[in-house]
Nanobody, 128 residues
Framework: QVQLVESGGGSVQAGGSLRLSCAVS????????MAWFRQAPGNEREGVAG????????YYSESVKGRFTISQDNAKNTVSLQMNSLKPEDTAMYYC?????????????????????WGQGTQVTVSS
């Protein structure tokens, strides 16, 4: 079983940066694909960045492409989300998720229904 713990959220002004980290423990086979999702109050959970750990192939939603970067550090067992040029609309609870399945397209890699294990979330608030 994989366990995920997010950290790094906080409050920042528009245009600023934050780096979220997801500490991963447990069965390596359970984290073949990993992703970051976010959910704002009243909205559905949306995928923002995904990673196929086998090849470090990454996927991004159009809303964050060019501003966010997902990466993995195998030595530290972490998956990070570097968020630059933050906007007020990026305000949400951010979740790390993992699945043992391989997703090679953004349409599937960023679909929350395809992920089995979730962290508790970390809040990101961007003020204008």
């Amino acid at each position: 079983q994989v366990q995920l713990v997010e950290s790094g959220g906080g409050s920042v002004q528009a245009g600023g940066s934050l780096r979220l980290s997801c500490a991963v423990s447990g069965d390596n086979s359970g984290r073949t694909s990993m992703a970051w999702f976010r959910q704002a109050p009243g909205n559905e959970r949306e995928g923002v960045a995904g990673l196929y750990t086998g090849s470090s192939t990454t996927y991004y939603s159009e809303s964050v492409k060019g501003r966010f970067t997902i990466s993995q550090d195998n030595a530290k067992n972490t998956v990070s989300l570097q968020m630059n040029s933050l906007k007020p609309e990026d305000t949400a609870m951010y979740y790390c998720a993992a699945t043992p399945r391989t997703y090679l397209y953004s349409s599937t890699a960023l679909r929350p229904q395809n992920y089995r294990v979730w962290g508790q979330g970390t809040q990101v608030t961007v003020s204008s």
